[in-house]
């Protein structure tokens, strides 16, 4: 079955710098990578997906990479602020199979 | 629009009891699916309904079983609980099944 693996386990960057987590999948098949951020004592929020028939995809501050050739797909957040603080997830799964496979997450900490 | 509601937030049964939680999806998401987080395991997907009809399930004992309503409301069982059943589970709805998942503040159960 897929798996999917996420580094760093651990991110702490200066506010207005930038933050990259990277994940790597294994199954071929996979085709849907969205990525959520959850927050102490929340459930995980979407914030950015890509389909694999796109390479980059950018929202505001936010932007994801995908490299179907490699299996990595990567996320970008560009000027960080205070508030991004959180533990964000990579996932992937084959679109309309519903099963999201995640990684193990990536505190990122912004230090002001 | 109001987002995924689960129920209740806060759970603690003893080793051996059963336990149902509920989850209402989003008005007209018509997916819902199930999610354990635990410290060790991360985000493991238990199942998905869509029209009431178990589509796909994750690798779980028997002993976790759900159901969902013809409102599109689910409910998911365990039985027969063990203390590795403390966790926080999460339910996500969709509008369809190709559609991106929203999640839910999850239910926090302790097994004593």
């Known amino acids: 079955g897929e798996n999917v693996e996420q580094h760093p386990s651990t991110l702490s960057v200066q506010e207005g710098d930038s933050a990259v987590i990277k994940c790597t999948y294994s199954?071929?098949?996979?085709?849907?990578f969205p990525w959520y951020k959850q927050e102490l004592g929340k459930g995980p929020q979407l914030i950015i997906d890509?389909?694999?028939?796109?390479g980059e995809k950018k929202d505001q501050r936010i932007a994801v990479t995908l490299n179907k050739t490699a299996k990595h797909f990567s996320l970008h957040i560009t000027e960080t602020q205070p508030e991004d603080s959180a533990v964000y997830f990579c996932?992937?799964?084959?679109?309309?199979?519903?099963?999201?496979?995640f990684g193990q997450g990536t505190r990122l900490t912004i230090n002001p | 629009k109001a987002g995924v509601t689960q129920t209740p937030r806060y759970l603690i049964k003893t080793r051996g009891q059963q336990v149902t939680l509920s989850c209402s999806p989003i008005?007209?998401?018509?997916?819902v699916s199930w999610y354990q987080q635990t410290p060790g395991q991360g985000l493991q997907f238990l199942f998905e309904?869509?029209?009431?009809?178990?589509?796909n399930k994750g690798n779980f004992p028997g002993r976790f079983s759900g159901r969902q309503f013809s409102n599109s409301r689910s409910e998911m069982n365990v039985s027969t609980l063990e203390l590795g059943d403390s966790a926080l589970y999460l339910c996500?709805?969709?509008?369809?099944?190709?559609?991106?998942?929203?999640f839910g503040p999850g239910t926090r159960l302790t097994v004593t």
């Open positions: 996500a709805s969709s509008f369809r099944v190709t559609y991106e998942q929203y």
């Open positions: 199954d071929s098949a996979s085709n849907y």
């Open positions: 890509i389909r694999s028939n796109v």
């Open positions: 996932a992937a799964s084959i679109e309309g199979a519903q099963k999201l496979v």
């Open positions: 008005s007209g998401h018509r997916s």
């Open positions: 309904y869509f029209s009431e009809t178990q589509r």
